[in-house]
């Protein structure tokens, strides 16, 4: 696949789920929009109160883009403000959490792909 729209792609609900070995709280939704073979693009719409708890993946690392919307982050031992036009870079295996302190658009890019969103 090499082309794909935003509207054809079918949300993910991951509210209440565990990803990263902790579990989700409050509105997340994500959509992979294209992976290839060494990287995964994904957006993700998170609800005002989303939060996900402290936890690190070993096995990618991600960067991110905040559309909308504000988060909280904790990444490392630095905690940011992210607003629309920031971005994020979560090495593997540093720490990190992150809260939605309003309704969120951003997208994301994993490399290698995450597995559990295939």
């Known amino acids: 696949m090499y082309h794909t729209e935003f509207q054809k792609v079918l949300p993910l609900i ?3 789920m565990k990803v990263g070995g902790v579990t989700l709280e409050g509105k997340v939704e994500l959509r992979v929009m294209m992976t290839g073979k060494n990287l995964q693009l994904v957006a993700l719409s998170l609800g005002v109160g989303y939060f996900h708890p402290l936890h690190n993946h070993p096995e990618h690392e991600s ?30 295996g540093v720490y990190h959490w992150t809260r939605a302190l309003e309704n969120c658009e951003a997208v994301e890019i994993h490399s290698p792909p995450r597995p559990e969103f295939l």
């Open 14 to 16: 991951l509210t209440g």
């Open 63 to 92: 960067i991110g883009y905040v559309i909308s919307g504000k988060l909280n982050m904790m990444i490392g031992s630095q905690e940011y403000v992210l607003n629309p036009g920031s971005t994020w870079h979560h090495p593997k």
